[in-house]
C-alpha cells in the first residue's frame, strides 16, 4: 500500500480540498516522516520519555491517529480519489506535515525494533491549498491538542520556509544570515514576517509590549481567524512580487527597507493593489517624495515616529490613486486629520 484516498470534500473557508485516506506505517516513515525537517523551527522534537506509551503502543499494534499533510496547488482541479492518490504520492517531497510532528518521530524510533510491522494501516488527513495565506490560516487554527508556536513564531518560520524567493530578484535574510553573510541591498526577514502578519490580520498594530504575550498572541489569532482568507483579492506573494518590481528602483527599495514603511505599504496595498501595479516606478518614486515631504512636518517630539510611519504609510498606500495626486500641504492636512 502507498496511498489511498476514500474521501474528499471541499473547505470553503480556505479554498481547499481536504482528502481522508490511509496509508501505512512503513511509508509514513520512508515519506512522510522526511518532511517534518521541512520547518525547521515547527516544533522542537520531544524527549523520547514523553513519547515512550505511545512508542510501546505502537510495538503492541495500536491505530495512531490521523497525521495531517498540506500542499500548495494554485488551480487544483482533481476530483477522482485515484488522481487525488497519485497526485499526493507524485509531490510527496513537496508536502508539510501540519500535525502529527511527534507521533512520526515516535513512529521512527519504534520501526528500530524487532517487532515492528510497517504493514499497520496510518490515517492521514491531506489538505491541498491554493496559496500559502490560506494553508497558515489553516495551520494557525488548527487544533491539535498540543500547545502550538506563537503565531508570531509560525510565521516567521512560514515566511523563510513555505514561500519561495527564487522566483524574485530581491534577496531575504534572516538575522543569523545577516551575521554571518551580509547580502548588501537585502531585505530583513523579520520585517518581511512582520509584513506578512499585518497583511493576515489587516492591521500595522500587532505588537504591544504594554500586553502580556500570552493574550497579544490571543488577540493576533483571533484577528487572522476574523479575517477568512476567502475574501482577499491578492496573496502575500503578489504583494511580494510587487515589492521585487518597486525595488527595481534604489529610492523605493530604501523605503521599503524600513520596516514601518514595509509594515503599512503590505496591509494597505490590499486595497490599492490594482493601481499601484499598473503604475510606473518613476510615478510610485514621486509618491514616496511627497510621502516623506509630508511626513517631515510632523513633530517628532510629540508623537510614537515609527507607530505613526506604520499607520500612517497604511493609509496612503490604501488611498494610493487619490492622496498621490495631492500637493505637500493637502497630505498634511490629511495626515493632521488622520492622527488628531
Known amino acids: 500500500m502507498s496511498v489511498i484516498i476514500f474521501d474528499t470534500a471541499n473547505d470553503n473557508v480556505i479554498g481547499s480540498v481536504v482528502a481522508t485516506g490511509k496509508t501505512t506505517y512503513q511509508y509514513a516513515i520512508e515519506n512522510l516522516f522526511p518532511l ?8 522542537k522534537i520531544q524527549d523520547r520519555k514523553f513519547y515512550a506509551r505511545l512508542e510501546r503502543d505502537i510495538l ?9 499533510i498540506a500542499f ?3 488551480g487544483f482541479s482533481l476530483t477522482e480519489n485515484a488522481e487525488i492518490s497519485k497526485y499526493i504520492m507524485d509531490n510527496i517531497d513537496s508536502g508539510y506535515i501540519l500535525d502529527g510532528i511527534q507521533r512520526l518521530n515516535t513512529l521512527r524510533r519504534a520501526s528500530e525494533d524487532a517487532r515492528f510491522d510497517g504493514t499497520q494501516p496510518l490515517y492521514i ?28 513564531h509560525q510565521i516567521e518560520i512560514l515566511t523563510h520556509e513555505l514561500f519561495d524567493f527564487s522566483d524574485v530578484s530581491i534577496t531575504v535574510q534572516s538575522e543569523r544570515e ?8 537585502s531585505f530583513d526577514l523579520g520585517d518581511l514576517s512582520k509584513a506578512y502578519l499585518a497583511f493576515l490580520t489587516g492591521t500595522v498594530n500587532n505588537d504591544n509590549n504594554k500586553i502580556i504575550g500570552e493574550k497579544m498572541d490571543q488577540i493576533i489569532v ?9 475574501f482577499d483579492d491578492i496573496d502575500f506573494k503578489d504583494v511580494v512580487r510587487e515589492i521585487d518590481r518597486l525595488s527595481e528602483s534604489q529610492r523605493v527599495k530604501k523605503w521599503l527597507k524600513v520596516g514601518n514603511n514595509l509594515i503599512g505599504f503590505s496591509v494597505g496595498i490590499k486595497s ?4 499601484i501595479s499598473e503604475s510606473t516606478i518613476e510615478d510610485f518614486e514621486r509618491s514616496i517624495d511627497l510621502f516623506e515631504s509630508a511626513f517631515r512636518n510632523i513633530n517628532p517630539s510629540k508623537v510614537n515616529l515609527g507607530k505613526y510611519r506604520r499607520e500612517l504609510s497604511q493609509v496612503y498606500i490604501e488611498n494610493y490613486f487619490k492622496y498621490s495626486n495631492l500637493d505637500e500641504l493637502e497630505l498634511t492636512e490629511v495626515f493632521m486629520e488622520t492622527t488628531s
Do not use: W
Not at 36 to 43: A, E, L, N, P, V
Not at 128 to 152: F, V
Not at 272 to 275: A, H, K, V
Open 125 to 152: 488527513n491531506v489538505i491541498i491549498s491554493p496559496s500559502e495565506d490560506k494553508l497558515l490560516y489553516r495551520m494557525i487554527t488548527l487544533n491539535n491538542g498540543q500547545k502550538p508556536m506563537t503565531p508570531r
Open 72 to 74: 500548495v496547488e494554485k
Open 36 to 43: 517534518i525537517d521541512r520547518f525547521s523551527g515547527q516544533r
Open 272 to 275: 490599492s493593489y490594482r493601481e
Open 60 to 68: 503492541d499494534h495500536c491505530l495512531m491517529p490521523p497525521i495531517t
Open 178 to 185: 545577516r551575521a554571518e553573510n551580509l547580502v548588501k541591498g
Open 222 to 230: 483571533g484577528r487572522i481567524m476574523d479575517k477568512q482568507p476567502k
